[in-house]
Every structure is written in C-alpha cells, then in structure tokens.
C-alpha cells in the first residue's frame, strides 16, 4: 500500500516544527498525518522532551510508531509503554561535567527516563516547566552522589553562560554530547546520544532503509537528525545552522510546513524548495 510513497518514514522534530507557538499541533497537521499513515507510511517524532512532554501529542495523535526522546538518549514505543534503546550517562562523566555547569551558573534540570528532578525550582525554571507541561520532583541535596540514572542534564542560561560552560567542557575533553536545542538551553547528553544516533536505532528496528527516511528541523539540535535521514528538511523558521545542512525548505512551524511535506509526498511532488543561500 506505502509503495507509491517516495519516503516510508517521516521524522519530525517537535518544537518549532511540528508544534506552533503555542505548543498545539493544527488541524491541518493532525489530518495529513493521518493520510500519510493510512497510505502506509510511518510517522514519528524525534525531540528532547521526555515521556512526559511528549505524551499529550503522541495519544492525541495516536502514534504508534517509536519516538525519539530525550534529544536520543531514549527510543521509546508509546503502544506499550516500553524503552526499546537506552542510553544513560557514564557516573564518571556526570561528576567531571557537574562543576563545570555549576561554575558557569546555569540552572540544572536532570532526566531520567521517566521524570526530572531539579535542586529547587527557580523562576527561570518554572517558565521551562509551564513552557513543556511537566512537573519535576524537587531533591534539594542534588548532586551527581543522589540523582541515580541520568539520561539527560538540561542546563538553561543566558548565551554567555552557555558558551564560557560548552567551553570549559570541550576544554575538558570530556566523554558526553553537547547540543543546542534553543537559543537558552545546553543539554549535555552521553555520546551515543544525540537525534540521529536514535534515528538510526529507529530505522533498524523498522527495518527500512535510510534514503527511504525523512527528517524535519528547526534549531542545532536538528543537525545529526537531518544527516541522519535520507532527506533532510529545514523549517522557514530554522536557525542559519541548521539550513546550511538541510537539502530542501518547507514552510514555517506557523504555516504548518510539516503537514506541508507530508502534503506534497501525498500528492507526488516535490518536497518543499531548495534553500537560499
């Protein structure tokens, strides 16, 4: 039934790209999704929120596909509610970096595979949490000692910050992955981690091959999920990054461009446009 389709999996980042602004999904998006699938593709999307952040959107959207979560330190299957790949944080590497994010100020919200914890809950992240939808347990004696299986530090700070503390760490030398996911945020993740790595633990267990695989992004932590897929497209809104990796544009996240793709596969044309330089 798929085979008319050019691509059998389309992956899709989430925030500004699959979601609007106001973190909903439209429509417009929510019914080319169900076309795609019900001609025999495949859908999923691949983000560094974790179970929680994501669940409203993969029930609503009734995803049966795995998701790649936790910026891919998790590939999870939301019909059973089952972690198929998991990749934690070495101790070691956890207590060399833990200072280094201390010393740079920034404020530290820790993943497991399941929940956050955080040392207190600041005003900066409590925006985070409204912004996501989540709630965190609160450990006041955090440390890399108390906060057991770690997939994932999520640090938030003003550019400076994150740049003297992504310095520092890189100085270092140290055994972990460091993305961007917004212009506020560094998450350091273990260095099997990252979107592409949990993409290609994606295609293998679907058993398709990559040039039959789509990805779709906005911001740096996109990078490694676009090189992953056989296509890779950025959103109008992408950062300069990030386009100047992606083989092909759609619309904005507000112009709903991945239902835009997932349109044009639909219909056999051509998937958005090429990208000015």
């Known amino acids: 039934m798929g085979c008319s389709l050019q691509y059998d999996l389309v992956i899709s980042d989430m925030d500004g790209t699959?979601?609007?602004e106001d973190k909903t999904i439209s429509e417009r998006t929510k019914a080319a999704i169900r076309r795609f699938e019900a001609a025999g593709g495949r859908f999923s999307f691949a983000t560094g929120r974790g179970v929680e952040a994501s669940?409203?959107?993969?029930r609503d959207l009734q995803i049966r596909t795995p998701l790649v979560l936790l910026n891919g330190s998790l590939l999870y299957d939301p019909t059973t509610d089952r972690d198929l790949?998991?990749?934690?944080?070495?101790?070691?590497?956890?207590?060399?970096?833990?200072?280094?994010?201390e010393e740079a100020g920034l404020h530290l919200v820790v993943h497991g595979t399941r929940r956050a914890v955080v040392r207190e809950i600041t005003p900066t992240i409590d925006t985070h949490l409204r912004l996501d939808g989540i709630t965190v347990g609160v450990q006041p004696d955090l440390s890399p000692a108390t906060c057991g299986t770690i997939m994932k530090i999520l640090t938030i700070g003003e550019p400076e910050q994150l740049d003297r503390a992504e310095e520092a760490i890189v100085a270092a030398d140290l055994p972990v992955k460091l993305v961007r996911s917004y212009e506020a945020y560094l998450e350091v993740l273990p260095p099997t981690g990252g979107k592409g790595a949990g993409v290609q633990a994606l295609l293998e267990r679907l058993g398709i091959p990559r040039e039959r695989s789509l990805a779709i992004g906005d911001f740096l932590n996109d990078l490694d999920l676009l090189a992953a897929a056989g296509l890779g497209v950025a959103m109008k809104n992408a950062h300069p990054g990030l386009r100047a990796v992606a083989q092909r544009e759609t619309l904005s996240n507000m112009e709903d461009g991945v239902a835009a793709v997932l349109e044009a596969l639909l219909d056999g044309r051509e998937v958005g446009r090429p990208i000015e330089a």
């Open 18 to 20: 699959l979601l609007r």
């Open 55 to 58: 669940e409203r959107y993969f």
């Open 85 to 101: 790949v998991v990749h934690p944080m070495d101790p070691e590497a956890v207590a060399a970096v833990w200072p280094l994010l």
